[in-house]
């Protein structure tokens, strides 16, 4: 089948230093993917588009780019289906959110950084076991998810959060470290959960699930962080913006069956007293009350609301 | 057409011009909203209240479903978050009927049961899938012609794709660009259509979720949108809330008002300004209802 890619290009050293679109128009077999259709491009019609790639069955991770706006593995991405997508030329771009070096080339220093930062090693207490060390099967299954990740960087280029934000650890680091705090053999629970409250941690996720769509293993880096928040709440974290939000969140459904918008960002800001946070939320609710949109004083109880309390009390003992 | 209504705790709460604007749109369109069955339901928890304790989660989404299943009503909502947080609840309750079987315990003091045949809908999606554009259409009296409009989601209407049914439905995927083009307005394309606005994050890290304001609002306006339109009461509450904060990280004020979904039905529909509270935005919406010869 004939088709065209629309390449999003980049040489810093060329006479022409800016990004730009380059139309290529090539005929593929119709299982081909869009890997196989680059490697055509680059070996048959232009010998300086530059990609990386090695096993081509989704097992390495070099192949993460936009394919039609959304990361995805190259060789993983039917050219079929990205023509549909498109409804047109499939646009090739290189992976979001790191630094172009060339064409579809991104520097994944930053990335490994953050996967370094997180601790990605087994920190065991105690003597060491004779052999090795030995953990109930049961207690490892829910790991199995996080450990298929293949650390392509397909939801880093996604997250809505480090393009606004490079300061944060971004899913893949996250989910490596969820992969060593859920490890029954991993003794180093309190330094981890205490590093990963901090700014930049478990707290500055969005939940936009951009991460949970670009992953092509499944292995759900938001719902790992969403565990991570747990555990370092049912760890004692409980002093953060994040930690209290969730905290006055739940108590307000709890007590009315719905939110109470006066006061969630005065508790998630750390109360009434915490004066500096408090300032800051007077311009937004002035401007608010002057328009008659402010929340009502009065936080009425949904009625019935004995039923949804018995709920949280039989759920809330469970754990 | 007649619908268990459940308004949501932000429409009214902070945002009472969007429960406003519902009833007057859905009066117009023949969409009965009935109030009753929804009473006592609770909030769905925002996936907030999940961080904590997804299992109460579900088992307060649970209830809710069992209520609507008791009105014999299809559930709609009218909140990007509710509709997907339901949605995912839905898809855990329904794929697995030991986990099923453990929540309903949990709801039979009430009398409840969720029997797994809750389709709790948005409107976004009831306009496109039970009115019909077509309908749509032939209802508009003053049609928004020559007004740019740009969409905007909200995350939880548009991920994850399995639990909102995109592949059975993909109708769904662009619902908000035909309804834009079927009340005669044109369509603003831009990629942040589909990404976050900030608010989960906005009690956290407010300096991301402006960024975030700042860089959807400025862009669909480089693009020519006169407004942009949206079915999530949060994102509304973001965009149009800290569009100031947005404004101020920029030289000049952005200046993009933000409708909710039922008030550009509104509009097209004939419905006065006022009723809908477009005048209680944050960034104005006066000069763009003079614009289209629409006064506030
Ligand atoms: S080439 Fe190895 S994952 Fe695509």
């Known amino acids: 089948m004939d088709v065209s890619l629309s390449v999003r290009r980049f040489n810093p050293d060329a006479s022409r230093p800016e990004p730009y679109f380059q139309e290529y128009g090539i005929q593929v077999e119709k299982s081909a993917t869009v890997l196989d259709a680059l490697i055509k491009i680059r070996e048959e019609v232009d010998g300086t588009l530059t990609l990386r790639c090695s096993c081509r069955s989704a097992i390495c991770g070099s192949c993460a780019m936009r394919v039609n706006g959304q990361a995805a593995l190259a060789c993983n991405t039917k050219v079929v289906d990205a023509v549909e997508q498109a409804g047109g030329s499939v646009v090739v771009e290189p992976a979001g959110n790191l630094e172009v070096i060339k064409d579809l080339v991104v520097d994944f220093q930053p990335f490994w950084g953050k996967v370094r930062d997180v601790e990605p090693w087994l920190q065991t207490a105690g003597p060491e076991p004779e052999q090795e060390y030995i953990a109930p099967n049961e207690d490892m299954l829910h790991l199995a998810g996080v450990m298929s990740c293949i650390m392509c960087g397909a939801c880093v280029s996604d997250c809505t959060v480090l393009e606004v934000d490079p300061n944060f650890l971004g899913p893949a680091a996250l989910a490596k470290a969820y992969r060593f705090v859920g490890d029954p053999r991993d003794d180093a629970n309190a330094g981890r959960l205490s590093n990963l409250n901090e700014y930049g941690g478990v707290w500055d996720c969005t939940r936009c699930m951009q991460c949970v769509e670009a992953c092509p293993k499944g292995v759900d880096p938001m719902g790992r962080i969403m565990a991570l928040r747990d555990r370092a709440m049912e760890a004692g974290f409980t002093n953060s913006h994040g930690a209290r939000h969730a905290e006055a969140f739940t108590e307000s459904v709890e007590h009315s069956g719905r939110v109470d918008e006066l006061r969630l960002p005065i508790k998630s800001k750390g109360g009434i007293f915490n004066v500096p946070e408090m300032l800051k939320l007077v311009p937004v609710g002035l401007r608010a009350q002057m328009k008659g949109k402010r929340p009502p004083i009065i936080h009425r109880k949904n009625p019935g609301q004995h039923n949804v309390r018995r709920i949280f009390e039989k759920v809330e003992d469970k754990r | 057409?007649?619908?268990?209504?459940?308004?949501?705790?932000?429409?009214?709460?902070?945002?009472?011009?969007?429960?406003?604007?519902?009833?007057?749109?859905?009066?117009?369109?023949?969409?009965?909203?009935?109030?009753?069955?929804?009473?006592?339901?609770?909030?769905?928890?925002?996936?907030?209240?999940?961080?904590?304790?997804?299992?109460?989660?579900?088992?307060?989404?649970?209830?809710?479903?069992?209520?609507?299943?008791?009105?014999?009503?299809?559930?709609?909502?009218?909140?990007?978050?509710?509709?997907?947080?339901?949605?995912?609840?839905?898809?855990?309750?329904?794929?697995?009927?030991?986990?099923?079987?453990?929540?309903?315990?949990?709801?039979?003091?009430?009398?409840?049961?969720?029997?797994?045949?809750?389709?709790?809908?948005?409107?976004?999606?009831?306009?496109?899938?039970?009115?019909?554009?077509?309908?749509?259409?032939?209802?508009?009296?003053?049609?928004?012609?020559?007004?740019?409009?740009?969409?905007?989601?909200?995350?939880?209407?548009?991920?994850?794709?399995?639990?909102?049914?995109?592949?059975?439905?993909?109708?769904?995927?662009?619902?908000?660009?035909?309804?834009?083009?079927?009340?005669?307005?044109?369509?603003?394309?831009?990629?942040?259509?589909?990404?976050?606005?900030?608010?989960?994050?906005?009690?956290?890290?407010?300096?991301?979720?402006?960024?975030?304001?700042?860089?959807?609002?400025?862009?669909?306006?480089?693009?020519?949108?006169?407004?942009?339109?949206?079915?999530?009461?949060?994102?509304?509450?973001?965009?149009?809330?800290?569009?100031?904060?947005?404004?101020?990280?920029?030289?000049?004020?952005?200046?993009?008002?933000?409708?909710?979904?039922?008030?550009?039905?509104?509009?097209?529909l004939g419905i006065d300004p006022k009723a809908m509270r477009l005048n209680k935005h944050i960034v104005s919406t006066e000069k763009l209802l003079s614009e289209v010869a629409i006064s506030a």
């Open chain 2, 1 to 268: 057409m007649k619908y268990a209504f459940y308004p949501g705790c932000v429409s009214r709460g902070a945002a009472p011009e969007l429960f406003a604007a519902t009833v007057e749109a859905c009066a117009k369109l023949g969409i009965e909203l009935d109030f009753e069955p929804m009473k006592t339901a609770s909030c769905t928890g925002s996936g907030v209240l999940q961080e904590k304790n997804q299992r109460l989660g579900d088992t307060l989404n649970a209830r809710t479903f069992a209520l609507a299943e008791r009105s014999g009503l299809p559930l709609l909502t009218i909140c990007s978050t509710c509709q997907g947080v339901m949605s995912q609840a839905n898809q855990r309750l329904k794929s697995d009927p030991g986990y099923l079987a453990e929540v309903n315990a949990d709801l039979s003091e009430e009398g409840l049961e969720y029997g797994g045949n809750a389709d709790p809908r948005h409107l976004l999606w009831v306009l496109v899938e039970d009115l019909g554009l077509d309908k749509l259409k032939s209802m508009v009296v003053r049609p928004m012609t020559g007004f740019r409009v740009a969409p905007f989601y909200g995350c939880y209407l548009v991920r994850p794709s399995s639990a909102l049914d995109l592949d059975e439905k993909p109708e769904r995927r662009d619902s908000l660009e035909r309804v834009i083009e079927a009340v005669g307005a044109q369509v603003v394309d831009f990629p942040g259509k589909t990404l976050c606005c900030g608010f989960p994050i906005l009690m956290i890290n407010e300096t991301n979720a402006v960024k975030m304001v700042a860089n959807h609002t400025t862009d669909a306006k480089s693009r020519g949108a006169d407004a942009m339109v949206t079915p999530c009461p949060l994102c509304h509450l973001n965009l149009d809330g800290y569009q100031p904060q947005a404004s101020s990280m920029h030289a000049q004020p952005i200046d993009l008002p933000i409708l909710h979904l039922p008030q550009m039905l509104g509009l097209a």
